[in-house]
T-cell receptor, first 115, second 115 residues
Framework: DAGVIQSPRHEVTEMGQEVTLRCKPI?????LFWYRQTMMRGLELLIY????????DSGMPEDRFSAKMPNASFSTLKIQPSEPRDSAVYFC?????????????FGSGTRLTVV | AQSVSQHNHHVILSEAASLELGCNYS??????LFWYVQYPGQHLQLLLK????DPLVKGIKGFEAEFIKSKFSFNLRKPSVQWSDTAEYFC?????????????WGLGTSLAVNP
């Protein structure tokens, strides 16, 4: 298995532009998580899905952020409009239903820079 | 609110020294416990996890952790560190309540091992 695949690896965009981050979870994993990591706030859970359904989006900072999971093999995190304070590394992770065998597997992350 | 505390924010050791990183959580119910490692510029990788059974858990790369329920602790240990262990270490807890899939994360401990 190729693991959790995220794209792009790096994104530099201008303030006000729309940014879309993509994630392909491990096949067969039921749960998908979007995290943001910064030096100041550490690792923050933004939203997670079970069986493609958003379960908890309480970590989404504001309405500029939205996430979708149209099917079991693909999810997007969109920021519109982007702001400099959104600069961070965004990780996607997936896990089986009980996370017993492998825990939570993280992707390599997308480093977002908003200038 | 439930939380995870990692007492040491920065640790500096020489090679061959022993390591112990503290992790405490605040929750009285059943938990699943994890330690993840993040090498410089990379994504988080699972070091070890505890779900049930023997409270002394052995993970990859010679790491182990002991779950002490009475102390709400899950400290990470390694008898002899190597330069390649230089990384950020994160403790995480999943509250085993219902269908909860969220992890609560500590802020991380930065470990630097001098050759």
């Amino acid at each position: 298995d190729a693991g959790v695949i995220q794209s792009p690896r790096h994104e530099v965009t201008e303030m006000g532009q729309e940014v879309t981050l993509r994630c392909k979870p491990i096949s067969g994993h039921n749960s998908l998580f979007w995290y943001r990591q910064t030096m100041m706030r550490g690792l923050e859970l933004l939203i997670y899905f079970n069986n493609n359904v958003p379960i908890d989006d309480s970590g989404m900072p504001e309405d500029r952020f939205s996430a979708k999971m149209p099917n079991a093999s693909f999810s997007t995190l969109k920021i519109q409009p982007s702001e400099p304070r959104d600069s961070a590394v965004y990780f996607c992770a997936s896990s089986p239903w009980d996370a017993g065998a492998s825990g939570y597997t993280f992707g390599s992350g997308t480093r977002l820079t908003v200038v | 609110a439930q939380s995870v505390s990692q007492h040491n924010h920065h640790v500096i050791l020489s090679e061959a020294a022993s390591l112990e990183l503290g992790c405490n959580y605040s929750y009285g119910g059943t938990v699943n416990l994890f330690w993840y490692v993040q090498y410089p510029g990379q994504h988080l990788q699972l070091l070890l996890k505890y779900f049930s059974g023997d409270p002394l858990v052995k993970g990859i790369k010679g790491f182990e952790a002991e779950f002490i329920k009475s102390k709400f602790s899950f400290n990470l240990r390694k008898p002899s560190v190597q330069w390649s262990d230089t990384a950020e270490y994160f403790c995480a807890v999943r509250l085993n309540a219902g269908n909860n899939r969220k992890l609560i994360w500590g802020l991380g401990t930065s470990l630097a091992v001098n050759p």
